[in-house]
């Protein structure tokens, strides 16, 4: 059972350049996630798909967008990335009813020049 | 001030001893509560899961919550050298999609 993954684990940009972050669950859990970890900061939620076909801001979604492919699959985007963008990116997803828990994939660290 | 306190450490202490931490909140809605451990560059992994108030053990880990303090807690009875790692509380009210998270407590346990 692979639960959350995430590809890229690391990726290198330069300034402007654009990329996607790719996640996806078999778990057949609704919700899925987007946080950013920084030192000092937390886990802070960029946005988040309460179901297939919708999503909604979390925190901090400036610089990003978010396509929910279907049940399974939530990618973030980097249109043009900027250095304030550096950070690792983790991806979660949560079972529909009952307990509130969320269950976090390994992580893609990304690096902008 | 943050609906989620955590000091954030870090947290030194000598094998077999006992590990405290501690979060407090603001939020008096909040009834599910986690603590969440990370190792270094990895995703976060829940570690133990508390609805409402009370105590919760599962083999060296009790998780506590106190909701009439707004205060939980997470004890590591004969702490290991591989329990090193970053911890995290969240908690969210019922029926909201997102999880309110500390800021986490690093913790070394030193052989």
């Known amino acids: 059972n692979a639960g959350v993954t995430q590809t890229p684990k690391f990726q290198v940009l330069k300034t402007g350049q654009s990329m996607t972050l790719q996640c996806a669950q078999d778990?057949?859990?609704?919700?899925m996630y987007w946080y950013r970890q920084d030192p000092g900061m937390g886990l802070r939620l960029i946005y988040y798909?309460?179901?297939?076909?919708?999503?909604d801001k979390g925190e901090v979604p400036n610089g990003y967008n978010v396509s929910r492919l279907n049940k399974r699959e939530f990618s973030l985007r980097l249109e043009s990335a900027a250095p304030s963008q550096t950070s690792v990116y983790f991806c979660?997803?949560?079972?529909?009813?009952?307990?509130?828990?969320?269950?976090f994939g390994p992580g893609t660290r990304l690096l902008v020049l | 001030q943050k609906e989620v306190e955590q000091d954030p450490g870090p947290l030194s202490v000598p094998e077999g001893a006992i590990v405290s931490l501690n979060c407090t909140y603001s939020n008096s809605a909040f009834q599910y509560f986690m603590w969440y451990r990370q190792y270094s560059r990895k995703g976060p992994e829940l570690l133990m899961y508390t609805y409402s108030s009370g105590n919760k053990e599962d083999g060296r880990f009790t998780a506590q919550v106190d909701k009439s303090s707004k205060y939980i807690s997470l004890f590591i009875r004969d702490s290991q050298p591989s329990d090193s790692a970053t911890y995290l509380c969240a908690m969210s009210a019922r029926g909201n999609n997102r999880l309110a998270f500390g800021k986490g407590n690093q913790v070394v346990v030193i052989p």
């Open positions: 979660a997803s949560r079972p529909s009813g009952g307990a509130e828990t969320q269950y």
């Open positions: 778990m057949n859990h609704n919700s």
């Open positions: 798909s309460a179901s297939e076909g919708t999503t």
